[in-house]
């Protein structure tokens, strides 16, 4: 018997392997054959990735989903009919090759197969193959729209097939984990109701009842909620999610979530089981174990980071000078509501030019800020962008006020609060990158708790629940409710890894008055309430247990295992920045009779 | 420690049910709690299933996913403030008790609970309960409508609740054993392109593309195709998918199907691989080993059942006794296309009673003969309904031409060959029935093969994929596909249990040419093929391997293993015959908002 070695990545054991590779039409798979195998007859399928002739021996590399052989051909000594076929052969051509296992004069340890090669004796082409638009390399030439339309060849690429494995495996094991943690997957109905809360819904037009629509679930919260009142205890669903948004970069009109909710739990509960989830996936995908996560409050995140959704890969936290830089007569610091500053460790060396292009980004549209100043805390002698209206004592202070060491540099930026925040935190990253203390293979994982319940909308004159509208108010907060709505705070949490909000989620509400008193709040009427969310607060006259839970978006785990920016790259058949399948050339016209059918017709925009 | 007995059809160890258990406000689940907890202090959450007032005691059986356990209160011991809160506790109230495990006086066998009961020395309403409109009981009083409307009651109900976690554990079977045989669960997109081939799509209007749509997928075929033309290899995905129908008993808009492809593989291979799936599902839920399934091929399906669903759980097959009946002057039989017979074991007794019932059976409009014959082959004599034409050595060879036993009743049809035979499936089902040899606890499993690949159909004047129009026809019959569409037979399968029809796939076309014959011969033309098959007639360009697969209802599955009829039992949130959402009320109407962003305007019917 031949032991098995890594042959693929999804395969555990030999019984297993030979499972997978045994078909009428192949005895094994191209990442299986081993020095052990020597002599055995075999019969292999796949893909040609590519054909080389020295002469007096030609080799094709033949590749499938679990790995490259090679095939070999003797001009010589192979059949001549043989060697006219190998002629015929071209690049991606699929082919069937029956030979004799033998060892490879000169080996290639990076190949799990580069020991041996197959003696081809019969060769068939199963399909031939035009010449592909790109080359089906680890690196190719074609771009992102060449490649898009033709996505089942992009998916041959390496990159792009250990993607969609990883992805299998984070589903397999987020399933596993939840099962064994009494969580019952329960699939929720697609074809549901519209609501005008939220972001935009994708509808579908009734035939059998004219002039009404189902719509997409934006997420299968309402259902969930239901499962509890139901009774289900725990539910789970790894789901397909849908939102007509104007696509942002790394948006898709169609994403996938977990979907989880708990009965009889309070905030605790959740964040354990959850982050239970998360390490047993860093723990069976990466060998990374991790202590308990961190936990910070809303305003903590904000306070330090400028952000919810900290990266803490790194340190260069935020630090509020106002207090110590005001009412020294800079009229700049003096007209701002809010001074910030960052230590920058040992770069009180940087140049004029490095401190204009940091100058630059700070200014630059998306970010909008007038201007950079900044404190050189150097062995020698400390300087500043605003020497004029400080001595250097002063700015001593605040370097010390910021924990600076000597040698760093202090970077400040000052002006309206939520703005000067949020640039701080994108000066932060930058900051962060170019001293590359970003590495994708370093993960830090911490909750943000304590959102605030509601966000106040200038534009609408309305406030509107951060979360969602079944998010429940602290018990302490919930006075506030009808006298000071800014200030409740909501038993809501994220999950946060690299600067990336991974998930969140709430404790919800479950008494019947409170979840109208939000709908209150949040400026429905009890009719509309009724209305649309009827059903749902009907459904708390029956005894509703308090529960809780979470989402997760699948897509960005995916992409956060996988180590690489774009979530469309885990993604089997994405859309473009269009919410268009470039493949399939989709959404496209349909028929009159269709139109007929479904009692609708089109308006062009004029 | 307290070993574990089956306290949850989910958890397998103590472990994981202690993990499942435990939350911030409990200690213990409803099912958990046996005589060696004895004296422990326990919290546990749930739902009031009664309350027995018996003078001195009181008892609340609290519910909750996991099991019952019953509370205790006495008049004289417990605390005052307690027994007031008893006292206004009804049923479904929400409730957390604290208190002692003590053993039972009287013990219940017929509860995992039964040996023990709690002394509660605290206790919490942490919901209130209107009085539910229907009973929460095995058997409920409740009409199908209002338990449509309050789904998430009836899902309270023992026998729901069970099909629901069924439902569960097969999923979870199921993606085991296609893990472990080397599949990747692959998703592919819901938002796709609407073909008119197949039945009714339902459609998304694109708010980004006026005048254009999506089509929600009525199953993955074309892309899992692709996939296999990306080398995946071997592919699954349980999956949601649409169809637009007019509703007949048991269907619904959105299903889900386990559908999957492999590559390099002939028929032999997929059948081998899905017979391992049902027997592994078989084996892990209900401890039944198969041998290997049957396998007939539709003719023989056709000819000895009548039906391309066999239910083979008995005998009583068909035959055709044209030809020894035919040519004696009995009119009925002589102006016959057909004349098919079944032998009703040791019916010869059936009173004039009985057989009328049959003969109204076989009259109904569903089936439309206009009678039925019958031989009485007894002890003593042979009897016939049409005597004056046979003579009694006639009818004996009739009966004894179809097997039939001395005590047995021959029952007999006669017509157009396709009514006939359908109308004498019917009977030999409905016979079956009579005979109670269809035991819902018995299964029996079998492959229907070599299926027509083509169906005439007279309205339209065309033929129709009889599968789908992917499917491959046998080598050895391709060259009739221009000559004698017909008589074609494809490599395509049908699985079917017990009468219904679990799934079916086939081999598929993968080449180019073979496929846009197909499409001619289904009277597309080749801009039409182009239109909506092009990309994946170009994908078939490079390199597209042998491939093929199947789908599995799994909606179905669930109620086979179920033992239930209606699939909808094994739904969280079916819709109803009108295609409704009777919960939530969808579909709904949508705002004038919304339409003119999606560029549409309705056409009432007039």
Chains 1, 2 share one sequence.
Not at 14 to 34: D, P, Q, S, V
Not at 227 to 245: H, K, N, S
Not at 439 to 447: F, H
Request: glycine share 6%; with cysteine; net charge neutral.
């Amino acid at each position: 018997m031949c032991p098995i070695k890594d042959v693929t990545t999804i395969t555990e054991n030999k019984k297993i392997t030979t499972l997978a590779a045994k078909n009428m039409l192949r005895t094994h798979t191209c990442g299986e054959l081993r020095i052990c195998d020597i002599g055995k007859n075999v019969t292999l399928t796949g893909w040609v990735q590519r054909k080389r002739d020295k002469g007096n021996i030609i080799w094709i590399d033949l590749r499938d989903r679990f790995g490259i052989t090679q095939l070999m051909f003797e001009k010589n000594k192979t059949d001549n009919s043989i060697l006219q076929i190998v002629d015929k052969i071209g690049r991606e051509y699929v082919i069937l090759a029956k030979g004799t296992v033998i060892e490879r004069e000169s080996k290639n340890p990076k190949l799990p197969t580069g020991d041996i090669e197959i003696q081809v004796n019969e060769l068939v082409i199963l399909n031939e193959s035009a010449t592909p638009p790109f080359t089906i390399d680890e690196n190719t030439d074609g771009g992102e729209d060449l490649r898009m339309k033709y996505r089942y060849l992009d998916l041959r690429r390496q990159p792009l097939k250990q993607n969609i494995e990883l992805r299998h495996r984070l589903a397999r094991e987020t399933r596993k984990y939840l099962d064994q943690n009494g969580f019952l997957e329960i699939e929720t109905p697609f074809l549901i109701k519209s609501t005008p809360e939220g972001a935009r819904d994708f509808v579908v037009p009734s035939r059998l009842h004219p002039g009404e629509f189902y719509a997409l679930p934006q997420s299968p919260q309402t259902f969930k909620q239901l499962l509890m009142v139901a009774g289900f205890d725990r539910y789970f669903q790894i789901v397909r999610c849908f939102r007509d948004e104007d696509l942002r970069a790394d948006r898709q009109p169609e994403f996938t979530q977990i979907d989880c909710e708990m009965s009889f739990v309070e905030q605790e509960d959740v964040l354990n089981m959850f982050e239970g989830l998360i390490k047993h996936l860093f723990t069976t995908e990466k060998n990374i174990k991790f202590d308990d996560f961190p936990k910070i409050t809303y305003q903590e995140a904000i306070e330090k980071y400028g952000t919810d959704k900290p990266d803490i890969r790194f340190g260069m936290t935020i630090n509020n000078i106002s207090k110590i830089v005001q009412g020294k007569g800079f009229q700049i610091f003096d007209n701002s509501e809010v001074i910030l500053a960052i230590v920058v460790p040992q770069a009180a060396s940087y140049t004029r030019k490095q401190i204009d292009e940091l100058t630059e980004f700070v200014k630059r549209p998306q970010i909008g800020m007038s201007g950079l100043a900044y404190i050189r805390y150097s062995n020698n002698e400390i300087k500043s962008s605003f020497d004029k209206f400080y001595s250097p004592d002063e700015l001593k202070q605040i370097a010390l006020f910021c924990n600076a060491q000597i040698g760093d540099l202090v970077l400040i930026l000052s002006g309206n609060r939520k703005k000067t925040y949020k640039a701080m935190s994108e000066l932060r990253l930058e900051m962060g990158n170019r001293l590359g203390l970003r590495s994708p293979n370093v993960y830090a994982p911490l909750w943000v708790v304590d959102f605030p319940l509601l966000e106040w909308d200038d534009e609408t004159q309305r406030y509107y629940a951060m979360h969602h509208p079944f998010t429940s108010p602290k018990k302490e907060d919930i006075s506030l409710l009808k006298t000071n709505p800014a200030q409740v705070r909501a038993n809501a949490y994220d999950l946060v890894i690299n600067g990336i909000e991974i998930g969140g989620g709430s404790i919800r509400i479950h008494s019947r008055e409170l979840q109208q008193t939000m709908f209150n709040v949040l400026g429905f009427t009890n009719e509309e309430t009724q209305q649309q969310f009827g059903f749902l607060l009907h459904a708390f006259e029956f005894g509703t247990p308090p529960h809780g839970g979470i989402a997760l978006g699948f897509d960005r785990i995916c992409a956060l295992f996988g180590g690489t920016e774009s979530i469309r790259d885990y993604i089997a058949f994405p859309k473009n920045q269009a919410a268009r399948d470039m493949m399939i050339d989709a959404p496209s016209t349909i028929s009159i009779e269709q139109l007929n059918e479904l009692h609708i017709q089109i308006n062009y925009p004029s």
